[in-house]
Structure formats: structure tokens, C-alpha cells
């Protein structure tokens, strides 16, 4: 049986989350585990997916990490296989967490949907999470930067739900419910509160879909009212506005709650801002189930194969898987580590101004270990 020290460590200042120790959002059986060894899922997925998870498993490997890997090579891009993908889904059920790099989804009529979203939709995984964070020792725009972004994951736009009533004419449903505009607003204000955040900020277009957004709005607020005691600040802004707000003076955001379409165009804003989809870590949590993978979904085909992947933000994304097991030793030892090699700045891939390899990277890190 493989064992991890128990010996402490400053923790890093990255992410304090762990779904299955909120309140309201309480598992109702934990991960799976045979003899003090965990088991997760293990889905790559496309472009560079491999390529991270590998570093991932190799600095696993090295801390002689208690995980052990239902690895499924599912490929949403030119790969159309729904028995893999039922396989997985299998394996996610049985063991409540995984690790996952983005499926693509093909364009054009008749094509599958996203496989993303149906994990989301079928595991009831409702809550997005993206964590951007200015890094020390990678240089840009703005400094300071720290805010987290929840995001509805299960309806609005991407509920599904369009069709073709006449040639030329598409009509595509927007869900909204109170119910599920409760829960992620809840899950919003809970995170503040364990994580020691000021603020709560909705980002909605009620003004001009004033029944939809107009719900999630008014939603929010009551749940608003009921966190005031707490000392953490609830206020609103339109998407519109919120982008620019992120662009000219991110420093005042803080934890930003979101319907789903404007949480995918946000994160991106957002990973922009500290460095790019490299370095960006994120979570997808439910009551029963949680996915860990990088914040923004770029499968960055055009560099798959050459070397040059950044495995920062699927590294960072495995030390909350860590945390979620209850493993927070390792998962402070590998994620100081990477802020370590970042600052000192000696080894970089090519989208933080250097010309490292992904195996470099790895191994810079696991030497920092």
C-alpha cells in the first residue's frame, strides 16, 4: 500500500474548496477507496490532454501519491464513440471523482452533442469553478489579481433544447429555474464564506431577458439578504458591463456567480488576464460527484504532439482533486512546487515567454518537490 506523510506545510494560497464539506452540499457517499488507495477517473480527452495528465501521473508517481487511475481515452473531436463514453460515465458513478482534459465538440447539424455538457447534465455536476489568480514571477498587465468564478453548469443555453420548425428559421430554449438559481447561488455564497471572500457579484443581462436572467437576478438577491449577517457583500452587474470591468480594474472582483453561457465567456476573459489557459485551474462539483480539470476548455490541437503544452493548470487542477480526497499534504508539496518553478522563472513553456518542454516543466517540478 502506498503511503503520503503527514507532515504539514504552509498551505498555498490557491483554492480551499472541498464540495463534499459544505453544508449544503453534502455527499451522500464519499470517493472510492480499496486498502488506503483512492480510485479516480481519468479522462485525457483531446489535443494536449494527453500530454497533461501524463505530467500529472508522473509527478504522482514520484510523491508515491495514494491514486490509482480508470484511465478512459474518450476523443469528442473525430471520435464518435458512445460506448467509451458510457464507460466512463460508469466509472465516474462508481467513483464519484475525476480528472479530465476537454472533449471537443464537433460543429454542424447532425453532429453528437457536447460531451462535456452531458456529463455536467447527467451527473447533476452543477457548479463550475475557475480560479484566476495572478502567479508570482509571470508578468502581466495586471497585478493583483484574485477571484473565482462560479458558474450555473446544468441549464440556460446549454440545456439543448433547439429545433428547426421551417428552412432558415432555428428556435433554441434558454432554461431557467429558481430552483437551480438558488442552489448556485447558495454554493456561491457558502464558497465565500469557508474561503474568507468579501463579496458575491451576480453577472446577468436582466435587463434585457428580463423574465430569465430576471430570475436568476432576484433570486440571488434573496439569497443575498440572508448572507449580510455574515459580513460578505452581494451586488450585480450586467455581462456587458462586467467584461469591460475585468478588462480596465479586475482587482474588484472577488467571487463572481454566473448562469452558464456567460461563465464560459468570463473564464476566458479571466484566464487571459493572469497568463492564459495554461495556468488556470478549475473544478466541476455536485452533490454526489466532482471533475477536476482546467478552467478553460482549450483542447489546443495546434500544438498537440510538439512538446510545447503548459501542464500548469491540470497539475494545479489534480492538487484539489488531492484536497478533495483529504490529501492535502501531497497536494501543497506539488502545487508549492509549481509556484516555485514559475517564480524562479528559469524553466517556462513557450505561452509563459519560454521555450521549455512539458517534460521540462514536469520534471523542473518534480526536482522542486
Known amino acids: 500500500m502506498r503511503s503520503v506523510s503527514t507532515l504539514t506545510v504552509n498551505r498555498p494560497n490557491l483554492v480551499k474548496v472541498r464540495a463534499r464539506k459544505t453544508n449544503a452540499h453534502t455527499y451522500t457517499q464519499g470517493p472510492t477507496k480499496y486498502g488506503g488507495v483512492y480510485t479516480a477517473t481519468l479522462i485525457p480527452g483531446d489535443g494536449i490532454g494527453k500530454e497533461i495528465t501524463d505530467s500529472v501521473k508522473e509527478i504522482f508517481d514520484r510523491l508515491n501519491v495514494p491514486v490509482e487511475w480508470e484511465q478512459y481515452d474518450l476523443f469528442g473531436g473525430t471520435h464518435f464513440d458512445e460506448s467509451m463514453f458510457q464507460q466512463a460515465m460508469d466509472s465516474l458513478r462508481r467513483n464519484k471523482v475525476g ?103 451576480c453577472v446577468h443581462k436582466a435587463n434585457i431577458m428580463k423574465l430569465g436572467d430576471g430570475l436568476f437576478l432576484n433570486t440571488f438577491r434573496r439569497v443575498a439578504e440572508e448572507y449580510k449577517s455574515s459580513g460578505i457583500k452581494g451586488n450585480d452587474m450586467i455581462v456587458d458591463n462586467t467584461s469591460m470591468q475585468l478588462v480596465g480594474r479586475p482587482q474588484q472582483f472577488d467571487v463572481l456567480v454566473m448562469p452558464n453561457l456567460y461563465g464560459n465567456i468570463v473564464s476566458n476573459i479571466g484566464a487571459a488576464l493572469v497568463g492564459g489557459p495554461g495556468v488556470v485551474p478549475g473544478a ?26 503548459n501542464p500548469t493548470a491540470m497539475i494545479l487542477s489534480a492538487t484539489m482533486m488531492l484536497r478533495h480526497f483529504g490529501l492535502d499534504y501531497p497536494a501543497n508539496q506539488i502545487a508549492a512546487s509549481v509556484f516555485r518553478v514559475i517564480a524562479e522563472g528559469k524553466v517556462r513553456t513557450a505561452d509563459m515567454g519560454g521555450n521549455a518542454t512539458t517534460q521540462q516543466f514536469t520534471q523542473a517540478v518534480i526536482d522542486n518537490l
Open 99 to 201: 480528472l479530465k482534459g476537454t472533449l471537443l465538440t464537433p460543429t454542424g447539424q447532425g453532429s453528437h452533442n457536447s460531451w462535456n455538457v452531458a456529463m455536467r447534465q447527467k451527473l447533476d455536476i452543477y457548479a463550475s469553478m475557475v480560479f484566476c489568480k495572478s502567479l508570482e514571477g509571470l508578468p502581466t498587465r495586471h497585478k493583483d489579481v484574485e477571484f473565482t468564478i462560479i458558474r450555473e453548469n446544468t441549464e440556460g443555453e446549454y440545456s439543448g433544447l433547439e429545433h428547426s420548425p421551417a428552412p432558415g428559421i432555428v428556435e433554441s430554449l434558454k432554461v431557467s429555474t429558481s430552483q437551480k438559481a438558488e442552489r448556485i447561488a447558495r454554493f456561491a455564497f457558502d464558497y465565500a464564506l469557508k474561503n474568507d471572500r468579501k463579496q458575491v457579484t
Open 284 to 309: 466541476n462539483v455536485g452533490r454526489d460527484y466532482a471533475l477536476y480539470e482546467p478552467g478553460t476548455r482549450h483542447a489546443a490541437c495546434d500544438i498537440m504532439g510538439t512538446g510545447k503544452a
